[in-house]
């Protein structure tokens, strides 16, 4: 006995002959019908031709009905349950409090999915419901959970939920629609709207996405919402910052807007709200007077009745940059190593020259005191270079330069030009057959910024320079272009005609020297620097680099290592970022709230070999109170770089402050800013966004709605399961039975009868 259970039927046909010659005798059927129907065309009662046409049609329905052999196939079905997706948003804009005083977005959330139970568990025979929190990463949660525990420190991205969770489907079962429940503040892919691709991606989700809209927009609240500004800035040039301020229940107000340099006000401006919900762009124009890496921050004041407080600032790091190098020229004598020397700093766009002569020597004797200051091309200004001006050069240079005594005496000003360097200046001396020698002993505390000392009367034999191994790394040397290296480079310059005789101070880096002129046993220095205090110093004892100009062409192209080497020099002079021995770089410059600090450190020796097995410490620095926060420290890897990591520290401005040593050896000291923002993207807008929701709604097949609800909608758009064939099959056929074959011959009999009467057979 069969006792499987049938749920569904179907009609079938059970004939055994093949679709082909079923389809041949249908037709062979139909022709029947429409011949017999073409025989009685003439007849001209239309009573009896309708009564032959509709027996014979009548006829031909029972004859196919015999032909296909119907039947009734029982069945055993079950419907599949497709997988129905509550997502709830769980960032940290559901904090927010849905109205003035209310309760968070996340309570509300969680009071509607108590009232949407019923309706949910009705959907149970269809439905597998599921209920996840997003922030971004998928998580379940439940009503319970909501009511107990805030929404997290998440970022809203509503489009990577809904791909995670279509993504997501358990062996057969299908996602058969979403319900997404949010305040709509996306700030990823969807952050300007369902346009373009964000749209397609909505529409390839291919499953209904019905909206529920969590919040009001009657909170009152400020918000600096954008920060304009270039990556750096060239200092002593003004540089705009462009910010836009959100202001929301402020209509008819005005709120100061202030610009900060690491708690110094750089700038403010007072703006208006003009309606309750309004935007207005507020630009600071400003001028940085030193170069570095600094942290600036935008705040307007917080009242108290605003939804957020931390919202009202922003901070952002600027690096102020040199646009051009300003270099004091002061020569003795004209010369052509003087005249190419200018010729080449005047036509650097980088380079802003202030150049002077003085024409006299120790040995110049003017004669008549009253013509004294007639002996300089023009009136120079002594005391307001040397002694007001001074600290607004970035390099000085003295070329063909001897001392002289009165009113042209730079003598008397050579205190200012030690502490000039001491404190971060730059020096130059390029020697001549005064350098170095007559002019040293009158000048004693000028002279000790120099790397190298005097030693002898110059030598004028010609000569070729010789690199050391400390210039063949160093960067004012480095000449290694294309297929060349460093070194083919300077040996393929001509020889010079002469140099002073110098021997290097202890501490000094020789970079090129005399290969066959010795002192104390060592060949005597050519180009020498060195650190002195807080600046640097260099020393170039010949007047005749301007020969390595002159080179033989190769290639189709001249050298250019005279121009390359006074450029390198420069750069190392005034220190530039890419050149220094310690470089610290915040990694990233702005970070966000809650996130770990990185730095990187890059350390290498004075002859700029990479440091391996340096010992770094970092501070991180509050900028507000000038006291270390945290301090981190490490050991370089083979590269001279070390990466280390802050615990997120409280939001605000913060200097990065390395020092490293290797052994004994000080290896320098740099440091680099960062901002930490009180607020991420998600905290800094507390609107809700409908427009967005409705788009996701509209899009996907959706519908919006908006809550408070009382329970779930039952127009909620969902895929209808599919149904399946899980058991047997039962055919039961119709065509056999006695009282269709009467009907089939009373037809046709009747048709005959009929036909016979009318006198058509």
Do not use: C
Request: charged share 25%.
């Amino acid at each position: 006995m069969d006792t499987t259970p049938f749920n569904a039927w179907k009609l079938v046909s059970l004939s055994p002959l093949p679709v082909w010659a079923l389809v041949l005798m249908g037709v062979g059927l139909v022709l029947g019908v429409g011949l017999a129907a073409w025989g009685v065309r003439r007849e001209p009662s239309r009573l009896r031709r309708w009564a032959l046409w509709t027996l014979r049609a009548g006829a031909g329905l029972a004859a196919l009905f015999f032909l296909l052999e119907p039947g009734i196939r029982n069945l055993q079905v079950a419907r599949m349950k497709n997988r129905l997706a509550v997502l709830v948003d769980r960032s940290a804009s559901m904090n927010f409090p849905v109205e003035p005083g209310g309760v968070t977005r996340s309570a509300q959330v969680a009071a509607f999915l108590e009232k949407a139970a019923p309706g949910l568990a009705g959907l149970n025979d269809r439905y597998t419901v599921e209920v996840y929190g997003f922030d971004p990463e998928l998580s379940p949660t439940s009503a319970e959970v909501l009511a107990k525990e805030p929404a997290r420190a998440g970022t809203s991205d509503l489009l990577s939920a809904l791909r995670s969770v279509g993504a997501g489907a358990q062996g057969a079962k299908k996602l058969g629609g979403v319900l997404l429940v949010s305040d709509g503040a996306d700030n990823v892919e969807l952050a300007g709207g369902a346009v373009g691709r964000a749209r397609a991606a909505l529409a390839d989700l291919n499953v209904p996405v019905s909206t529920f809209l969590v919040g009001r927009e009657a909170l009152k609240d400020l918000a600096v919402e954008r920060v304009k500004v270039d990556d750096f800035a060239f200092v002593r040039n003004s540089i705009t910052v462009e910010v836009e301020v959100h202001g929301r229940g402020f209509s008819g107000q005005d709120v100061p807007v202030v610009l900060k340099q690491e708690g110094k006000v750089v700038a403010s401006k007072t703006v208006r709200f003009e309606s309750s919900d309004d935007v207005k762009p507020v630009g600071f124009t400003f001028t940085p007077d030193q170069t570095g890496r600094f942290v600036y921050t935008v705040s307007m004041p917080v009242f108290p009745d605003e939804a957020v407080g931390d919202n009202n600032t922003r901070s952002f790091v600027l690096k102020v940059i040199r646009d051009r190098v300003r270099v004091l020229l002061v020569v003795g004598r004209p010369s052509w190593d003087e005249r190419f020397l200018r010729g080449l700093l005047r036509q650097d766009a980088n380079v802003d020259l202030v150049s002077f002569y003085i024409l006299r020597t120790m040995s110049d004797d003017p004669g008549v005191v009253s013509q004294e200051r007639e002996l300089s091309l023009i009136p120079f200004p002594m005391e307001e270079i040397f002694d007001t001006k001074l600290d607004t050069f970035d390099v000085v240079i003295f070329q063909n330069f001897g001392y002289t005594d009165t009113s042209l005496s730079i003598a008397q000003y050579e205190r200012n030009l030690e502490r000039y360097v001491h404190n971060g200046g730059a020096l130059v001396m390029i020697g001549g057959d005064s350098v170095l020698g007559e002019g040293r002993a009158s000048m004693p505390t000028l002279y000790e910024t120099l790397p190298v000392e005097g030693a002898g009367p110059a030598n004028v034999e010609p000569f070729k320079v010789r690199l050391t191994p400390e210039g063949m790394r160093h960067p004012v040397t480095a000449m290694a272009s294309g297929g060349a290296s460093t070194e083919t480079v300077w040996a393929d310059l001509p020889a010079i005609p002469g140099a002073n005789q110098t021997r290097a101070k202890p501490g000094a880096t020789v970079l090129m020297d005399h290969p066959f002129m010795t002192v104390d046993g060592k060949n005597a220095p050519l180009v020498a620097v060195w650190d002195y205090g807080r600046g640097r110093s260099m020393v170039v004892a010949t007047d005749a680099s301007w020969y390595w100009a002159f080179t033989a062409h190769k290639g189709g192209s001249p050298s250019r290592a005279y121009d390359r080497f006074w450029g390198n020099a420069l750069r190392w002079l005034v220190r530039d970022p890419d050149l220094t021995t310690l470089n610290v770089t915040a990694d990233p410059p702005s970070v966000e709230p809650g996130k770990a600090v990185g730095v990187v450190v890059s350390s290498r020796t004075s002859d700029y070999q990479p440091a391996q097995d340096a010992q770094v410490r970092v501070e991180l620095v509050a900028v507000e109170t000038q006291k270390p926060v945290a301090v981190q420290t490490g050991q370089t890897g083979p590269d001279g770089v070390v990466r280390l990591e802050f615990a997120p520290p409280a939001p605000g401005p913060y200097k990065l402050v390395a020092t490293a040593k290797k052994g004994e050896t000080d290896l320098g000291k740099g440091e680099d800013a960062v901002a930490v923002r009180a607020v991420g993207p998600e905290l800094s807008d507390a609107s809700v966004r409908p427009e967005l929701m409705e788009q996701i709604a509209k899009y996907t097949g959706g519908k919006a709605f908006r809550l408070p609800m009382d329970g779930l909608p039952d127009d909620v758009p969902l895929l209808d399961p599919p149904v399946v064939e899980v058991g047997r099959a039962k055919d039961r056929p119709l065509w056999d039975r006695w009282y269709y074959l009467v009907a089939l011959v009373g037809l046709l009999g009747t048709e005959w009868f009929l036909r016979r009467r009318f006198g058509y057979v």
